[in-house]
């Protein structure tokens, strides 16, 4: 089935509607691997629901989380081959780890690259309270593999942002965990390209892969301990372009410039993963952690 340009452009996506407790923000810290050194009492602030009083602000990204909606056949996606390509996030005011949130999601744009070439779709969030106040907006791009040469538009495709050529000025080693899509995916991103082998194989992939977003949540950790010390509200935005995927059980490198510019590697195969980052703290003069 061919997509329909129109009827993609225009697909109705139901508004999600959430209510956020303490335990929530703690699991998704957990899903992205925080709480793992048991010796760091900063991380103690986002994975003790006792204590949690502010959420990682990359949860923007699973909260109100619309599910895997494009496996709707109605879209005329091939959802098996489609992976995600680009994700950024604005926050206007820090998560809380609690209350009521409505999640509208739409299609924005979608690019056609030509036969055999695939597509690219862009996606909008945003993430509101019952009172209508707007806390976050993400905004997506998902390669769509298998469905180029539909007829559609040809551009414009949007320009990453550059990384220095110079050598990074901090380095963060973050492991993941074998089982940690499996954790990652009770989240609301509940893909099968992330638990069943077959859909993996179907894909081109050796194993299931780690979800793009809990591989940007490990990013953002390490953004967080390298130039903010674990000061969450002070991420005010942040982009990056996905470029290979990650096994679970890889150590992510996250390679960090002071100007906000990053991008990360996995250690095991020496192959970037994420590129083309931007991050942008409230504090200008945001110092290292250790």
Same mark, same amino acid.
């Given at each position: ?114 036969? $055999?070439?695939?597509?690219? +779709?862009? %996606?909008?969030?945003? #993430?509101?309270? !019952? &009172? @209508? ?54 989240? $609301?991103?509940?893909?099968? +390209?992330? %638990?069943?082998?077959? #859909?993996?194989? !179907? &894909? @081109? ?54 100007? $906000? ?30």
């Amino acid at each position: 089935m061919a997509i329909d340009y129109e009827k993609l452009l225009n697909f109705p996506i139901p508004d999600v509607r959430q209510r956020l407790t303490p335990r929530d923000a703690v699991f998704y810290a957990l899903s992205i691997g925080l709480g793992q050194d048991p010796m760091d009492p900063r991380q103690l602030d986002f994975v003790d629901h006792h204590r949690a009083r502010e959420a990682i602000p990359s949860m923007a990204t699973v909260l109100c989380h619309p599910g895997f909606w494009l496996r709707d056949p109605g879209t005329g996606v091939d959802h098996v081959r489609l992976v995600h390509g680009e994700q950024s996030i604005e926050l206007h005011r820090p998560l809380p780890v609690e209350g009521e949130f409505v999640g509208r999601t739409r299609v924005t744009g979608i690019v056609d690259k030509g036969p $055999g070439k695939g597509a690219l +779709l862009y %996606s909008e969030k945003e #993430v509101r309270d !019952a &009172a @209508g106040t707007l806390y976050a907006t993400t905004r997506a791009t998902t390669f769509l593999r298998g469905d180029g040469g539909f007829g559609g538009p040809t551009g414009p495709v949007r320009k990453p942002h550059p990384v220095p050529d110079s050598a990074p000025d901090l380095t963060v080693d973050l492991p993941t965990r074998p089982e940690q899509a499996l954790y990652y995916r009770l989240n $609301g991103d509940d893909n099968p +390209l992330h %638990s069943d082998p077959r #859909v993996a194989e !179907a &894909a @081109g992939f050796p194993r299931p892969i780690l979800h793009g977003l809990c591989t940007l949540g490990v990013v953002t950790h390490a953004l967080l301990r390298a130039l903010a010390d674990y000061r969450a509200s002070e991420l005010r935005a942040l982009e990056l372009r996905f470029s290979a995927p990650v096994f679970p059980g890889e150590t992510i490198r996250t390679e960090i410039w002071r100007s $906000g510019a990053f991008r990360a590697r996995v250690v095991e195969r020496d192959r970037i993963v994420v590129d083309n980052g931007r991050a942008v703290f409230a504090r200008a003069d945001a110092s290292s952690g250790t």
